[in-house]
């Protein structure tokens, strides 16, 4: 048991933000009307009727007469705490229930966007993609632009080893002409 809640915690301190995510989904799950009842509320939907100037008012205001039994209704009636509260309860449940399991499936390949150029090429350069991608695999037109190599090659060339050089070789015959190019257009600066 305590290997497990360390192993939780553990996950707790590498997610913070997908644990977040399932500690909210868990809430709306277990308790779906402490999320429903504010957000019909920020809506216009309120326990004595529709709030005025708001934006459940302008809707209703554009719709005009209002069919029982309709999605506005529901919302209204959940709202006062009728019929509509299982169905909007519900929906908020499904909604969690998608949010804890969007939240532990997400993948934990990082997104190479977001990496800086040194991070972005290091990424693969380590094998630290979970893929179990290699240099051959990396897509220099979708996830590495031309002046990332430039820059890593300026602040890190040294990192890279011999053997690393030659998996790149090996993998990607046009890298070669691209880093040859690369090194010349260092030796101008």
Known sequence: MAELAAGAWSWIQ???GRAAVCAAGGVAVAAPALVAGPALAVAGFGANGIVGGSIAAGVQSGIGNVVAGGLFATLQ???MAGYGAAAVNGVVQVGGALGVVGAVLKSDTPDLRKLN???RIQYVLNGDN???GSWSDFDLKGTCLKSDIVKVAKQSWDDVTLDKLVDMTKATP???ERLK???ESLGKY
Do not use: H, T, Y
């Open 117 to 119: 150029p040194l991070e």
């Open 14 to 16: 590498e997610n913070p």
């Open 181 to 183: 190019g690369i090194k």
């Open 174 to 176: 046009q890298l070669v």
């Open 130 to 132: 979970k893929d179990g």
């Open 77 to 79: 009636s959940a709202a």
